[in-house]
């Protein structure tokens, strides 16, 4: 489940992690430009009260992968993110199940790592993430994140 999906997203901010009483659902796959435009004119966007933040509904935040939601797992900064799936050990069926997904995922990681980006982590939450605006970001940070951004979409 995923916040980029009506069955995973928070239905009080589908998705977004943030509150306004603006967005609507038939917004969605426009929250870039929309959450631009609401920093621009309120300042920092306040957090989704029905999901803390997290962006995922109820039923996304209770499956669990090794004890840890998907929450969790993206509140962790790149390279402790990157050293929890590095060391992943899985019985031999779901490694296989897994093979594909796991390398893309440590691959990723590895390159934002490896970019200078090992400190943020991947959610909206954390004060370094890379889910907040560039501007939010110091100017050396930002200077790495947006490069790294790009590379990671066109892969």
């Known amino acids: 489940m995923s916040f980029n999906s009506s069955q995973g997203w928070c239905p009080d901010c589908f998705g977004t992690g943030v509150r306004s009483e603006q967005f609507e659902v038939e917004q969605t796959g426009e929250e ?13 966007a306040a957090l989704c009260r029905g999901c803390e933040g997290a962006r995922l509904n109820s ?11 998907i929450a969790e797992l993206t509140a962790l900064p ?3 993110l990157r050293s929890f799936f590095e060391a992943l050990k ?25 970019v200078g980006l090992g400190y943020l982590a991947l959610e909206p ?31």
């Open 125 to 155: 939450r954390s004060a370094q993430s890379l889910g907040r605006r560039s501007a939010a970001h110091t100017a050396g940070g930002a200077a790495r994140l947006e490069p790294a951004r790009g590379l990671l979409r066109a892969r």
């Open 78 to 80: 790149v390279k402790a």
């Open 90 to 114: 899985l019985p031999a069926r779901e490694a296989a199940i897994a093979r594909d997904a796991l390398a893309e995922i440590c691959s990723r990681l590895s390159f934002l790592d490896r």
């Open 59 to 69: 039923t996304a935040l209770h499956l669990r992968f090794r004890e840890r939601s």
């Open 32 to 44: 870039a430009q929309w959450l631009e435009a609401t920093a621009e004119s309120a300042g920092a």
